[in-house]
């Protein structure tokens, strides 16, 4: 947590950060998403993401052949509610309402 930012959303590595166009952040600063980046409106406000030096990334797991672009943290799930659809293989998001 870096508590003048707030709580990123999403971790991902360094070079996908690059991939996406993102302006690499200052040490100890989250890299801001601005745009949407795979998830369409559901990423309509701008977002922080954490990013790890690409080792690191890769220390996290085997993902099985699976390309992971990022891993979401709640700070971005809170403002949904979701669901994993197994039989479809699909994140299903919808904006919470507001209380």
Known sequence: MNRDQ???????????????????????????????????????????????PDRMWRGYGD??????????AHAYLKDFIWTLDFERNVLVLRKASAK
């Open 63 to 72: 993902w099985s052949g699976v390309e992971v672009a990022s891993l979401i």
């Open 6 to 52: 707030g709580q990123a959303a999403f971790l991902m590595s360094k070079s996908r950060a690059a991939r996406m166009g993102l302006d690499m952040p200052q040490p100890g600063r989250f890299a801001e998403i601005s745009r949407p980046a795979g998830f369409a409106s559901a990423l309509a406000s701008q977002k922080l993401a954490f990013v790890v």
